[in-house]
């Protein structure tokens, strides 16, 4: 994310020779990993640029285990306790130098891991990291991170992102792990959830599916009587009737008020007096002239929420400092309704 | 709303707002000498009192806030030859249409141009911002329901 590769970032302009250490931070994940003996990722596909001359020293045949001892002398605590320190990016100086160097590096390293961006940050993924359950291990560590990194964010080009999600997971086996957590702060970045596709168009799709899904909720809870209904097409079925409904209502009031009072004297003093803007009982001029008897339900409730909010507004209201308020607001109407 | 925090705005004013319009926009109406001539036709007042609805609804919901009551407001002038005032914004249309024609969900892509068909101004959006839209019509249209409904109870002899 946008965070993490800033502190990334930071970490890398430090010196050079931590893109040693940064390597062996990327096994990190692979010892906790069950599955690691059996993937079978290529590390030498990927090498894009990346100073490769690096790698066979790792070891190809078994990379993330010959790392360990490194760093465990180094940091002298387990991986276990990976997750934890990575939580506090700031907080990640272990004791001593080697220490430093390894915890610090740590944080780097899971920085790194998430950065997307330039090719030689994927081919790290890719060369050092690729276990299969390295999407395990970074979903954590990123809610932490994200957590930390939240207020630095940037905007990522969501590119960036599936380019590495697409590079990764082409390494990757499919294994079936709960691997749901897909931090979103910013709806714009997305990470693609294991096994599901990761190309750029599913991914976006799937972002706006998610936007879509979370605005029909919102509507849900507007139309009434939709509470049971799931399904995206009932559901807008629903949302539509409800509309019209709502429309023909409109019209249907109009031409009431049009025939009520001819010539729309609304006398103002009626108005003060006959508490004109109050709901009156409801009920029986509605159930009977209302042709949308689905909807009958509403008109009740409507009027027994709003009744109190509209007592403040007549002066008949027990609060004198009310009633000065709204004479004034009416006094404009009545201004106006001298003319005629 | 379910949740406290609400990433997506969909308030509207307090219902005396809105009947605050009407009224005016009611009286607005009677200005005109057709209106109380005795010889027009029911038909044309019902008309006008459906648009004088309208517009009021669009003008106290926020009229240049939201897009449907813009296009409202804008469909209004329109039609009296008035001058529109209020800037439209350039509509990216071609990375709309683009868009749409890329999304193949039929389902939704049936219902969503119905619902674009009904509220004003549809035609332009996505269907997430539709559907933002949409929620913010139904509140404004429920409260503009519940003032006309008033005024309709007050109004009438008892």
């Known amino acids: 994310m946008g965070g993490e590769s800033n502190e990334g970032e930071m970490g890398l302009n430090h010196g050079d020779d931590q893109s040693g250490i940064s390597r062996v931070g990327m096994p990190l994940y692979a010892k906790s990993d069950p599955f690691f003996s059996s993937t079978d990722w290529d590390p030498a596909v990927n090498v894009g640029g990346f100073s490769s001359s690096h790698y066979p020293s790792m ?62 940050q994927v081919s790290d993924d ?14 954590e560590a990123e809610s932490q991170w994200n957590k930390k990194a939240v207020e630095e964010f940037q905007e990522d080009p969501q590119s960036q992102k599936k380019q590495k999600n697409d590079q990764s997971k082409e390494k990757m086996t499919k294994e079936s792990s709960q691997s749901d957590e897909a ?85 103002i003093d009626r108005l003060l007096a006959k508490d004109l803007l109050q709901p009156r009982d409801r ?45 004034c607001h009416h006094f404009r109407f009545s201004y106006t309704f001298f003319f005629f | 709303m379910a949740s406290a925090y609400n990433p997506i705005y969909t308030d509207v004013p307090e219902k005396d707002v809105f009947a605050l319009h009407f009224l005016q926009t009611l009286s607005n109406l009677r200005t005109q000498n057709s209106f109380s001539s005795p010889d ?46 209020f800037l439209r914004r350039k509509r990216r249309v ?31 959006m996505e269907t997430s911002k539709l559907m933002e839209e949409t929620a913010h019509y139904i509140k404004c249209l429920s409260m503009q329901v519940k003032v006309m409904q008033c005024l309709v109870d007050g109004l009438s002899p008892k």
Not at chain 1, 126 to 139: A, E, H, M
Not at chain 2, 94 to 108: H, K
């Open chain 2, 40 to 85: 027009n036709k029911t038909s044309d007042r019902v008309k006008k009192i459906k648009k004088a609805a309208y517009v009021s609804m669009a003008r106290a919901a926020g009229a240049t806030n939201r897009l449907w009551s813009r296009s409202l407001l804008h469909q209004a002038a329109k039609r009296n030859n008035k001058n529109v005032r």
């Open chain 1, 59 to 120: 070891g190809m045949d078994n990379p993330g285990m010959s790392c360990f001892p490194h760093y465990q002398t180094g940091s002298g605590s387990g991986y276990p306790d990976m997750p934890a320190s990575l939580l506090p990016f700031g907080d990640c100086g272990g004791g001593g130098g080697g220490h430093f160097l390894g915890s610090d590096k740590k944080g780097e390293s899971a920085g790194r891991l998430v950065i997307a961006g330039d090719g030689h």
């Open chain 2, 94 to 124: 071609t990375w709309l249409m683009r868009r749409r024609s890329n999304r193949g969900d039929p389902i939704e892509d049936v219902a969503a141009e119905r619902l674009r068909n009904l509220v004003p101004g549809g035609g332009g």
């Open chain 1, 183 to 267: 931090p979103k702060e910013n709806y714009i970045h997305m990470r693609a959830r294991r096994g599901q596709a990761t190309n750029s168009h599913s991914l976006a799709e799937r972002v706006r599916r998610e936007k879509i899904s979370e605005r029909m909720r919102l509507l849900q809870e507007l139309v009434p009587g939709c509470n049971k209904i799931t399904g995206k097409a009932v559901m807008l079925d629903e949302i539509i009737n409800y509309v019209q409904s709502l429309q023909q209502q409109v019209e249907f009031l109009s031409m009431k008020l049009s025939t009520v009072n001819p010539e729309l004297n609304i006398d």
């Open chain 1, 283 to 327: 009920n029986t001029p509605t159930l009977g002239l209302n042709p949308f008897a689905r909807f009958q339900g509403t008109i009740p409730n409507i009027s027994t929420t709003t009744a109190p909010q509209y007592n403040s507004l007549l002066p008949q209201a027990s609060n004198s400092r009310n009633n000065t308020s709204c004479f």
């Open chain 1, 126 to 139: 890719v060369v050092l990291g690729g276990s299969s359950n390295r999407k395990r291990r970074q979903p």
